[in-house]
């Protein structure tokens, strides 16, 4: 969706570098999420936040921080202690209230390392 | 927690055909279900959700059955087009808002013309 901005669209990583990955919004949407793809595993859960300045851990957090200093935007940074980082990185918006509304994603980030 | 399980893996289908790809979770308190279709190095896009007050949804070529009882749920496409060749992801959640959702592992679709 154009409303989801992932930068840059491919990244490489050396051994010991920590790399930030953006993710901008400007739908207004409460809720951010960042997933990992890796081919045959579908999309899992890094992180997300509900609200600004609120985060909490997905399934496979390890490795990875993130903030949420603003509504827009939700970085992650993907630490050197995440090993094995090679994958596509999606990250997702959706709109606030009490029940699930659909996700939409950004056209997401290929990260490898050298 | 919720787990899904997604059928088959690969499917291909000859141009005009059905095809149907099924998923099944494991949290009985789950009832937002949507899917997703992605084509190579692109995001994934909803194509069709359903609430588990539904038991069927439809959207032209495509629709979605919800069986509550049983947990699982289908994705049909009908008449099926080279164009419809992608991967389709299951997913599902609880209502309440912003729960995260959790995806099946993805179904390679391809469409033999």
């Known amino acids: 969706d154009g409303g989801i901005t992932q930068s840059p669209k491919y990244l490489f990583r050396k051994e010991g570098q920590n790399v930030t990955l953006s993710c901008e919004q400007n739908l207004n949407h409460d809720a951010m999420y960042w997933y990992r793809q890796d081919p045959g595993q579908g999309l899992r859960l890094i992180y997300y936040?509900?609200?600004?300045?609120?985060?909490q851990k997905g399934d496979i957090a390890e490795g990875y921080s993130v903030s949420r200093e603003k509504k827009e935007s939700f970085p992650l940074t993907v630490t050197s202690a995440q090993k094995n980082p090679t994958a596509f990185y999606l990250c997702?918006?959706?709109?606030?209230?009490?029940?699930?509304?659909?996700?939409?994603f950004g056209d997401g980030t290929r990260l490898s390392i050298l | 927690g919720e787990n899904v399980e997604q059928h088959p893996s690969t499917l291909s289908v000859q141009e005009g055909d059905s095809a149907v790809i099924k998923c099944t979770y494991s949290?009985?308190?789950?009832?937002?279900f949507p899917w997703y279709k992605q084509e190579l190095g692109k995001r994934p896009q909803l194509i069709i959700d359903i609430r588990s007050n539904v038991g069927e949804k439809k959207d032209q070529r495509i629709a979605v059955t919800l069986n509550k009882t049983a947990k699982h749920f289908s994705l049909h496409i009908t008449e099926t087009q080279p164009e419809d060749s992608a991967v389709y992801f299951c997913?599902?959640?609880?209502?309440?808002?912003?729960?995260?959702?959790?995806f099946g592992k993805g179904t390679r679709l391809s469409v033999i013309a």
């Open positions: 949290d009985s308190a789950s009832n937002y």
């Open positions: 936040s509900q609200i600004v300045n609120d985060f």
């Open positions: 997913a599902a959640s609880m209502a309440r808002g912003n729960t995260p959702l959790v």
């Open positions: 997702a918006s959706s709109i606030g209230g009490t029940e699930n509304q659909p996700q939409h």
